[in-house]
């Protein structure tokens, strides 16, 4: 099994100068080794450079300039250009699709954030001093940085990576060998119903509240989003402190959004793995939760267009729900397999309209919250049918359900 982990670091003032150091550096190694190609792109033979040719000339690079690149590691510079090297992949698979991809760009300072070192041992030692009671992390060229370490690393580091979160800098483990840790068996099974309203509820009727101050953070970030639009576009040169802060503001909600929709998936996850054996699920499309639909072309009227649920999968706050299931369904994996509960994905067409108690399929059998049969007349609320549907697809047992 494979875990990450995510730790705050305490640089001193000197480290945090050359941990700052560090990704100018190696975003100035990027953009090089990205001008290197885009250049030989532009040229009438139109060569394509090969991550291999790169990463030979690397040890030139270093000589050439020792203050700035012959400092870091070696390793973790490779996976910088290994990075851009998947940008270029990515690009021409778009452009062998047929599709029309942006080419590659330059990362400014501001939106190069990370850097990988991909072998612990290599340019960097997770808990470099073992012996001490505090936590280090030592870095090529930085030092023996502190490390805020809020629980304890399972299983064996294989990559470390660096990043940068506004002024905070963190430590990114990724560990393999991670063993599992079965919980006692409960006996018990559930289904459980994504929705809107409930971030779920559970077959057994029991509502899982949206994050707390969900939709307060997604308005702020939504009004946030829409001060940075209104700024004219602007090449680096022109970019005016105020629009600098605009760039953070959106920037800094984006990670509290993320951050509080990570703690509750958490949290949610957690309960359930606690209570059941077996968890049943809706099974998501990440395509359909992420983008918006096309609009459909009408084939009556040329040039007009049909309904497609964009209006009502519209808005940020829709898309903030969407990418919390997704989030969630992961979490909820990675826990139910440590403690070896069984999840099953099922197919969600029509739960929210099938009645449980005598499988009738009617769209009119719901009414908003509330489900009423068309046919046998049970009575039920909307969400705990979804999920009771979801639990006998799965082909469930649930005794405690009626
Ligand atoms: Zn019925």
């Known amino acids: 099994m494979i875990r990450a982990y995510k730790f705050l670091l305490r640089p001193t003032v000197r480290q945090r100068q050359a941990l700052g150091d560090m990704l100018r550096d190696h975003c100035s190694l990027y953009n090089g080794a990205l001008q290197e190609r885009r250049d030989a792109y532009r040229h009438a033979s139109k060569t394509s450079i090969k991550y291999g040719q790169q990463s030979a000339q690397l040890k030139e690079v270093r000589a050439f300039d020792p ?32 599709q029309k991809p942006g080419y590659p760009r330059f990362r400014g300072a501001m939106w190069f954030d990370t850097v990988e070192f991909p072998k612990d041992g290599d340019g960097c030692r997770w808990d470099s001093t073992g012996h001490d009671p505090v936590t280090r992390v030592r870095l090529q060229g930085v030092g023996h940085v502190r490390v805020h370490q809020h629980r304890p690393v399972k299983g064996r580091v294989k990559t470390v990576s660096i990043k940068r979160e506004g002024r ?16 006692p068996a409960t006996g018990a099974a559930c289904g459980i119903d994504m929705g809107v309203t409930h971030f779920f509820t559970t077959s057994q009727g029991a509502h899982v509240e949206n994050p707390r101050h969900g ?30 802060r605009a760039v953070e503001k959106v920037a800094k909600l984006h990670r509290k959004v993320r951050r509080q929709r990570l703690d509750h998936a958490h949290k949610a996850a957690l309960c359930l793995v606690g209570d059941y054996d077996q968890i049943a699920h809706e099974r998501l499309s990440i395509a359909n939760m992420v983008r918006t639909p096309k609009p459909k072309p009408d084939p009556e009227m040329p040039g007009a267009f049909l309904a497609n649920g964009a209006a009502s999968k519209a808005g940020l706050n829709r898309s903030i729900l969407d990418a919390g299931w997704g989030v ?48 046998c007349h049970h009575i039920d609320h909307a969400d705990r049918v979804g999920a009771w549907n979801v639990a006998l697809r799965a082909g469930l047992v649930l005794p405690d359900v009626a």
């Open 67 to 98: 203050e700035r690149q012959g400092r870091w590691s070696f390793s973790s510079q490779q996976a910088t250009l290994r990075r851009l090297d998947k940008a270029f992949q990515a690009f021409f698979r778009r452009v062998k699709a047929g």
């Open 168 to 183: 905070q800098w963190y430590v990114v483990l990724a560990c393999d060998e991670v063993a599992a840790e079965p919980l």
């Open 328 to 375: 969630f369904l992961g979490i909820l994996a990675q826990k139910a397999e440590s403690a070896a509960r069984v999840l099953i994905p099922v197919d969600p067409r029509n739960t929210s309209r099938t009645c449980p108690e005598c499988g009738h399929v009617d769209a009119q059998n719901r009414d908003g919250e509330k489900f009423q049969c068309t046919s």
């Open 215 to 244: 939709k307060r953070n997604a308005d702020a970030l939504a009004e946030a989003q829409r001060a940075l639009k209104a700024f004219p576009r602007r090449t680096r040169e022109t970019r005016t402190t105020k629009h600098r």
